[in-house]
């Protein structure tokens, strides 16, 4: 059995050692776009804020090691760019080359994660513009603070922007919040996050809720973010945790039955729509036992 797996975060380098303990014979290759495979993602606002000031520490396993241990044949840098669910194929490319190859697959596992939304506002491509998904943003965002910035604006008061808040305080930034929504942690009852956004408050963060960016402006010393409201605000660093949407590009040049917010469809096996391809992690949609429905669920 020749099993590719597409992705070797959390959910891939998961599969990939379970796939070994089921079966010592099974040829397993992991691809991974990035330099790195089964980082500790939930530490890196911890490793911005010097909570956890070894990197090395987010770093769970190499690539070298789960060869050593689990006899995987793990390719970073190396992106899969199509799948021929007919033919059983894959076509990758090694991203910092470009040299393209081919390989096929007796079953498929999709990894490819979710990503973070970049909203189309005017400017947002500035440098000092950030998101956070893996280590190489981790590496930029703390290095931008490490050169002295002192003020920060986070734009989303979700899980990853709150995370961030709490450690650009640790690191003595002064910082702005903005929402869009009236208020904090929005998936939350609005009485449960009362008390979290008094500590905020208390603890100096500026909140704006009810509000947008709707413009980003270069300047001397950062970018000026100019809000729906009309306010200005200007800073040397902005981060973006405004959700995420699933990395579901391969899936449907696959071919691949997708629900409305995006999320690959897997039964309760997570097997997709092709009976060779398996999904897993924030790119497929989950049945919800409640609801009794599908529903996007990333984590």
Do not use: W
Not at 28 to 35: L, V
Not at 101 to 115: F, H, Q, R, W
Not at 183 to 207: A, H, N, R, Y
């Amino acid at each position: 059995m020749k099993i590719i797996i597409v992705g070797g975060v959390a959910g891939g380098a998961s599969a990939a050692t379970r796939l070994r303990r089921l079966s010592e014979d099974a040829q397993i290759i992991m691809f991974e776009r990035g330099p790195d495979v089964s980082f500790a993602n939930c530490g890196m606002p911890y490793h911005i804020g010097n909570e956890i000031p070894d990197r090395n520490k987010l770093l769970v396993v190499t690539p070298e090691r789960l060869k050593e241990r689990f006899n995987l044949d793990v390719r970073v840098h190396t992106e899969i760019t199509q799948i021929d669910p007919q033919a059983k194929k894959v076509i990758a490319r090694n991203v910092l080359t470009g040299e393209t190859s081919t390989e096929t697959y007796d079953k498929l596992i999709l990894a490819t994660g979710a990503a973070p939304f970049r909203p189309q506002i005017e400017g947002i491509d500035h440098p000092r513009i950030h998101t956070l998904r893996n280590l190489v943003d981790m590496d930029r965002i703390k290095k931008t603070i490490d050169s002295g910035t002192k003020n920060a604006v986070v734009i989303g008061a979700g899980f990853i922007g709150l995370e961030l808040i709490e450690n650009f305080l640790h690191r003595g930034l002064n910082v702005t919040l903005v929402e869009f929504q009236n208020q904090i942690l929005p998936i939350f009852d609005p009485e449960m996050t009362t008390p979290v956004l008094e500590s905020l408050q208390k603890k100096g963060v500026s909140v704006l809720l009810g509000d947008a960016a709707e413009k980003f402006t270069p300047t001397e010393k950062g970018v000026a973010v100019q809000l729906k409201s009309g306010k200005i605000i200007e800073t040397e660093l902005v981060v973006l945790g405004v959700g995420v949407r699933p990395e579901n590009h391969l899936a449907i040049q696959a071919g691949l039955e997708v629900g409305p917010r995006g999320g690959v469809r897997v039964n309760r096996h997570m097997q997709t729509s092709h009976p060779d391809i398996y999904a897993v992690g924030d790119v497929v949609e989950v049945f919800d036992l409640v609801l009794s429905q599908n529903k996007q669920v990333p984590l």
